[in-house]
T-cell receptor, first 117, second 112 residues
Framework: DTGVSQDPRHKITKRGQNVTFRCDPISEHNRLYWYRQTLGQGPEFLTYFQNEAQLEKSRLLSDRFSAERPKGSFSTLEIQRTEQGDSAMYLCASSLGPTSGSTDTQYFGPGTRLTVL | QKEVEQDPGPLSVPEGAIVSLNCTYSNSAFQYFMWYRQYSRKGPELLMY????GNKEDGRFTAQVDKSSKYISLFIRDSQPSDSATYLCAMSAYSSASKIIFGSGTRLSIRP
């Protein structure tokens, strides 16, 4: 399967614990995005990378959240001191980046479902 | 008021019916309009992409954009049970936008 993959698919943790999620984008894609989706809502943008550089962060991304893409390939999203309000689906997407005359289509992974007890 | 409004449904129609899904938006800077389909416990997948106003057709799917009314639609002809999913509209001001603004999604069920 050459699509976007995410690990783990499900994570249950206790409030106050730290969690880390991994995303492996489509191999030739330069851009990588993180979104959060709660029940009955559309995905909300968190942050994105162009290669290894983190270019934009949403105000939703509090200082308990940190994302990295150390070699411009896979990315990790860490949440420190989890709260019950962090319970959501965390989606990763990747894209080629802007190219002349073409749209920059994002391809989504299956998501990591986080439950904070 | 949200930038993008979408009726959450659920919408239930018999197999073979024509389905109409809609979104309204408030930001006149939006130029790129998308429809995503999301099956339960899966990530969204891009169905249709439209730039500015007009229609675009792809098989059983037709996307319409009316920028003057800030209103977009997705029509599904000859609906099938496999079309049962949540449909998310999404839009952006730039073709290579760092973020897309999504609607909340409409849950669609096609009855056999």
């Amino acid at each position: 399967d050459t699509g976007v993959s995410q690990d783990p698919r499900h994570k249950i943790t206790k409030r106050g614990q730290n969690v880390t999620f991994r995303c492996d984008p489509i191999s030739e894609h330069n851009r990588l995005y993180w979104y959060r989706q709660t029940l009955g809502q559309g995905p909300e943008f968190l942050t994105y990378f162009q290669n290894e550089a983190q270019l934009e962060k949403s105000r939703l991304l509090s200082d308990r959240f940190s994302a990295e893409r150390p070699k411009g390939s896979f990315s990790t999203l860490e949440i420190q001191r989890t709260e019950q309000g962090d319970s959501a689906m965390y989606l990763c997407a990747s894209s080629l980046g802007p190219t002349s005359g073409s749209t920059d289509t994002q391809y989504f992974g299956p998501g990591t479902r986080l439950t904070v007890l | 008021q949200k930038e993008v409004e979408q009726d959450p449904g659920p919408l239930s129609v018999p197999e073979g019916a024509i389905v109409s899904l809609n979104c309204t938006y408030s930001n006149s800077a939006f130029q790129y309009f998308m429809w995503y389909r999301q099956y339960s416990r899966k990530g969204p997948e891009l169905l249709m992409y439209t730039y500015s106003s007009g229609n675009k057709e792809d098989g059983r799917f037709t996307a319409q954009v009316d920028k003057s009314s800030k209103y977009i639609s997705l029509f599904i002809r000859d609906s099938q049970p496999s079309d049962s999913a949540t449909y998310l509209c999404a839009m952006s001001a730039y073709s290579s936008a760092s973020k897309i603004i999504f609607g909340s999604g409409t849950r669609l069920s096609i009855r056999p």
